[in-house]
């Protein structure tokens, strides 16, 4: 009995010791400056392990380092952390802090750490974020490209999904992934070139992943792209051309989606796109004999995005030239000294560049729409020639009262300067 009683308490006091102990496990001890750090944690934590826990310091810093995006999931007894690193090279440690968790059979708040570098390279690399995904609904992936372009694959064998794709050095791609028809809990991971992303899918009655949602829940600028992003035109004055943009979905097919023009000189074919999926080229077709600054508008109901044309005329008939509007790989709209116009509420802007976020930045301010006086200044000048012409006329024309008066004052004259025919006057020219 003592014998089975020893042996009971030495196996109740190793289990007890073996979950106590946390450990923090990183795919990796050396990473590249801001790249993706992606680590598992597992032990007996007393309190959920949250973001706010969990930092990135450099050696002999006592504050935490700014990282990029960052988070945290739970599956099971483990919780797997990521983190966009720092840029600054050097020794680093990602530390847990200031949350109670077991060490030794007892419960404490002790700092747990784990070492790792930041190197710098001159070799291609990627990061991307989230770097773990646990998740109910469709959702996203923000993969970077570091000192070159590269050649990207990303495959999700849980959906099937490969989506092939080149990304130039600095520039940034949301790739969506849909999780519609899976059920109950799924895990897999995506593969993005050499880099492993974990998924947990979790599925009950309520996830809904229908075209609609997936509308409400991002914005057309993300779903869609569009190659050219906008286009600054120079053309002779009335001279038709052609110009071909191409938008691609990088989603599944969903529908409905209306094409319109910001000037009567803008005319786009075709109008409308009933099923969308892939790639599908429109044509913009122009004719003008002014400059102006319009827009290409892509709608799906209340969701929409612009494509800037920017169109200067020329009298020289040989006059052509059309290049795409800038984009800014490196830079947020604030750092270009921008700002996100509020097109649906009827802001415009004159000068349009596209930031790090692929986000349409205003560098010329947004301002109201803008309104047409042409036909306020008509109607003033059919107002002055209409007071002008009735002058006129009344200085022409006498009115009735004034005729009547003048030709009885003329009646009256005559009378007196008559002589009766038949009187004869005689007087001699002798002087009496």
């Not at 002999?60 to 995006?69: F, L, Y």
């Not at 802090?97 to 007892?106: D, I, M, R």
């Not at 005729?403 to 009646?411: G, P, Y």
Request: proline share 3%; charged share 25%; hydrophobic share 30%.
């Amino acid at each position: 009995m003592k014998n089975w009683l020893f042996l009971f308490s030495f196996i109740f006091i190793f289990s007890l010791a073996t979950i106590s102990a946390v450990t923090i496990n990183l795919v990796k001890s050396e990473y590249y400056s801001g790249e993706t750090l992606q680590a598992e944690i597992s032990g007996g934590f007393v309190d959920s392990l949250l973001d706010s826990n969990i930092g990135i310091y450099k050696e002999g810093a006592v504050h935490k380092s700014p990282t990029g995006d960052s988070g945290i999931v739970k599956d099971e007894t483990k919780y797997y952390y990521y983190a966009l690193l720092p840029q600054e090279p050097g020794k680093y440690s990602l530390r847990i802090e200031n949350t109670k968790h077991y060490e030794n059979n007892n419960a404490t708040t002790a700092t747990i750490e784990k070492n790792f570098t930041i190197t710098e390279t001159n070799s291609s690399y990627l990061s991307f974020s989230p770097g773990y995904i646990k998740t109910t609904t469709d959702f996203k992936i923000i993969v970077k490209s570091y000192n070159e372009e590269q050649n990207i694959k990303v495959e999700f064998p849980l959906k099937d999904f490969e989506q092939n794709f080149s990304l130039g050095y600095g520039f940034s791609k949301n790739i969506y992934l849909s999780i519609s028809g899976l059920t109950g809990v799924s895990r897999d991971s995506i593969k993005i070139n050499s880099y492993t992303l974990p998924v947990i899918v979790v599925m009950n009655d309520s996830s809904s992943t229908n075209d609609s949602s997936i509308i409400d829940r991002y914005n057309l600028s993300d779903i869609i792209e569009v190659d050219p992003r906008g286009l600054n035109i120079l053309l002779p004055k009335n001279k038709e051309n052609i110009f071909p943009i191409d938008i691609r979905n990088t989603r599944q097919e969903f529908y409905n989606i209306e094409l319109t023009t910001s000037d009567k000189e803008l005319k786009i074919e075709p109008e409308e796109i009933i099923g969308f999926n892939g790639t599908q080229r429109i044509n913009l077709t122009i004719s003008s004999n002014r400059s102006f600054n319009g827009y290409i508008k892509i709608s799906h109901g209340d969701n929409s995005l612009r494509i800037p044309i920017n169109l200067e005329v020329s009298d020289n008939a040989s006059a052509f030239n059309s290049t795409p509007v800038e984009v800014n790989p490196s830079k947020t709209c604030s750092d270009l000294g921008g700002k996100i116009c509020n097109y649906e509420s009827g802001e415009e802007c004159d000068k349009i560049t596209y930031d790090a976020n692929n986000k349409a930045c205003c560098l010329s301010g947004c301002m109201g729409k803008k309104t047409s006086y042409g036909w306020l200044w008509g109607l003033l000048l059919l107002i002055v020639l209409g007071v002008g012409v009735w002058y006129f006329l009344k200085k022409a024309k006498k009115s009735p009262d004034e005729k009547s008066t003048l030709t009885k004052r003329v009646e009256d004259y005559k009378k007196r300067m008559d002589l009766d025919e038949n009187l004869e006057v005689r007087k001699g020219l002798v002087k009496e």
